[in-house]
């Protein structure tokens, strides 16, 4: 299992710059959840917390019984994310997560695959 967030620092970050140059932060995880999170709402669930947050990325079941998710967006905001997704919502069970850095790509919206 890769861990991808420094506990004091949280994930690493890739360089953006918002509107007008001025620099913006932003980071791109790649999660991998195992438990009880398929037919529990969890990737619906997922996206709904992911729009309130301001996070970007997408949501899918893998054949093996794991939810994939991919999370774009400002440190603090993706960090709340991974908070959220240890437990998932009311019916998951979250028994293990695997957190995977990537370099943003730009992602738009959060989508449910």
Do not use: C, Q, Y
């Given at each position: 299992m890769s861990a991808g967030i420094d506990p004091?620092?949280?994930?690493?970050?890739?360089?953006?710059?918002?509107?007008?140059?001025a620099g913006t932060q932003v980071v791109r995880v790649r999660v991998f959840v195992d438990g009880r999170v398929q037919g529990v709402g969890f990737r619906?669930?997922?996206a709904r917390e992911a729009v309130r947050l301001g996070v970007q990325g997408w949501a899918r079941n893998l054949p093996d019984g794991r939810v994939e998710a991919v999370y774009e967006g400002p440190p603090e905001e993706?960090?709340?994310?991974?908070?959220?997704?240890?437990?998932?919502?009311?019916?998951?069970?979250?028994?293990?997560?695997?957190?995977?850095?990537?370099?943003?790509?730009?992602?738009?919206?959060?989508?449910?695959?």
């Open positions: 004091a620092n949280g994930p690493s970050a890739g360089a953006s710059a918002g509107p007008g140059g619906v669930s997922t993706v960090e709340d994310m991974l908070a959220w997704t240890r437990h998932g919502p009311g019916g998951a069970r979250v028994t293990e997560m695997a957190i995977h850095d990537e370099e943003p790509k730009g992602e738009r919206g959060f989508s449910v695959g």
